[in-house]
């Protein structure tokens, strides 16, 4: 969910800052390292890599560090209906199975096909050499992608006995192969398979159709947490009785998810259709599960569903449910208003059809601390009754054509991120100085055409802020110590104040002109 990724990033993105032995990776090797951190003693212990164009001498030259953190990919050009040839070296390295002090692990393959003109996409796959990961037994997260998974490599897998998440994303595993063994992993509680839509091609254009093996989700009853993207396999709560957490996504014709109704430990749920085809037929299924058994459900997600009004009588029935992602879902007629009932919701995402219906049903909702609509509606302005949910602490109106925000924006005193992107706003108004908690601010892409708002300058917890691809914005960059990320267009009339020693904030060099006047707040 976009609502989560950005909260995360709110919590933990930082610039990349090279120090101690990260200032001293060899200079030809800096733009394929986008990440590298260091322990206390100043030495790297963490590194993600894209391999867009590394020879192998390269790759284990930056492998010869102890690392305990490495994300390593190799990156192609999206292809047709073959791999592209990679210009430096294409191969999972061996020196990835020499780094026994590794606690996390990730190996992505990245070659997306697309070998027609409309909508389909297959992804390269390459095979994992054996005992590269026989070794690394301190690891706790492994995620492999881009891999045809063999025998060998699930065997490897089984003898880790720290790991606690296995994810296989864009790979292919065959329903031949014996996962069995994947049981004796004591200490394993979240599973990931996440397939692409339309298969796999490995470099001699061999093809294989996306599967997720009955045999792998079942093998082991520890399972907490389980993602199945294409061919979700049915499941018991005999096959897995620990299990909370459960997203799939399937395509094709219309499936039986009633299985779900035995999970009642299940505190979120996530059920997504992925539609093809021109017509709206195609693009929207229902769903046969009984909801209203899951007592425990704290958040739940569906995309692509057809809300009807028994399906959302059900889902007012649960009391414990906290958080609600709606994403592409179509309701019947008049059922949006019943959204009104769920009174314990604290997030609401929305990326469907906003609907007076749908209004009708939110602006009872006072208890929301984090609220998304976005999906290019005709709102004009911020509707009212957002304005007093003055317990809101995450606003995101992206995409909703929204030409003004009212002076009522003063109300929402606990805002901590406010992303009102791509919307047609004018002019800043002065009363967002009442939102002195905000840590994140983006105004990019509008209209605005307007003065900067210096007072943001007096704003102790304003991290990042964002106002490029307007008309024009006028006077003087913001100087804010405690901005970490901030962007503008070169075309702006802007200037730096004189005392200004340093803008950290800038992502970029721009061409701003020095103020002739010296006045920073």
Not at 125 to 132: F, P
Not at 207 to 220: H, I, M, R
Request: negative net charge.
């Amino acid at each position: 969910m976009k609502l989560n990724k950005i909260l995360n990033l709110l919590l933990i993105s930082i610039p990349l800052v090279l120090s101690s032995e990260c200032d001293n990776i060899d200079t030809s090797l800096l733009e394929s390292v986008t990440k590298c951190t260091t322990n206390d003693e100043g030495k790297i212990n963490g590194l993600t890599i894209k391999n867009s164009d590394l020879t192998e001498s390269q790759v284990n030259k930056l492998l010869s560090y102890d690392l305990t953190s490495l994300s390593y990919t190799v990156n192609f050009e999206s292809g047709d209906s073959s791999i592209p040839p990679h210009p430096g070296y294409e191969e999972i390295p061996a020196a990835i199975g020499k780094l026994k002090n590794l606690e996390s692990l990730e190996i992505y393959y990245d070659c997306r096909l697309h070998p027609c003109a409309s909508d389909c996409a297959l992804s390269g796959i390459i095979n994992l050499g054996n005992n590269i990961l026989k070794d690394l037994t301190n690891l706790k997260t492994l995620s492999i992608g881009g891999i045809k998974v063999s025998q060998d490599n699930i065997n490897e897998i089984s003898n880790l006995k720290n790991l606690e998440t296995l994810i296989f994303l864009y790979s292919y595993l065959d329903d031949s192969l014996n996962y069995e063994s994947i049981g004796n992993l004591n200490k394993l509680n979240k599973l990931e398979v996440n397939n692409i839509i339309d298969g796999y091609k490995m470099r001699d254009n061999t093809f294989y159709s996306n599967t997720v093996p009955e045999s792998l989700v079942k093998s082991n009853k520890g399972i907490k947490e389980l993602t199945m993207t294409f061919q979700p396999v049915a499941i018991s709560n005999k096959d897995l009785p620990n299990l909370e957490k459960l997203k799939f996504t399937w395509s094709g014709g219309e499936i039986d998810t009633s299985y779900i109704e035995q999970f009642e430990n299940l505190t979120d749920l996530d059920i997504s259709f992925r539609g093809r085809g021109i017509s709206e037929e195609y693009h929207y299924r229902e769903i046969n599960a009984d909801l209203s058994k899951l007592k425990n459900l704290k958040s739940l997600g569906l995309k692509s569903i057809t809300v009807t009004n028994e399906l959302m009588n059900k889902i007012t029935t649960l009391s414990n449910l906290e958080s609600l992602y709606l994403t592409g879902v179509r309701f019947s007629e008049g059922v949006a208003t019943e959204l009104k009932n769920l009174k314990k919701l604290t997030t609401l995402y929305i990326n469907s059809n906003y609907s007076k219906d749908m209004e009708n049903g939110i602006k009872y909702l006072t208890n929301l601390r984090n609220l998304t609509i976005t999906y290019k509606y005709l709102m004009d302005s911020i509707p009212e009754y957002i304005y007093t949910f003055k317990d809101l602490e995450y606003l995101d109106l992206s995409y909703c054509n929204i030409k003004e925000i009212g002076e009522e924006i003063s109300n929402l005193v606990n805002l901590k991120y406010l992303d009102l992107t791509e919307n047609n706003i004018i002019t800043i108004p002065p009363e967002l100085n009442s939102l002195k908690k905000l840590e994140y601010l983006n105004l990019s892409s509008n209209r605005i055409n307007c003065d900067s708002p210096d007072f943001l300058n007096n704003f102790e917890n304003l991290k990042y802020f964002y106002i490029d691809g307007n008309i024009n914005v006028k006077g003087r960059v913001l100087t804010n110590k405690n901005l970490l990320e901030c962007t503008y267009d070169d075309s702006y009339n802007l200037c730096i104040p004189k005392s200004a020693k340093e803008i950290k904030c800038l992502s970029h060099e721009l061409n701003f002109k020095i103020c002739d006047y010296d006045d920073v707040n």
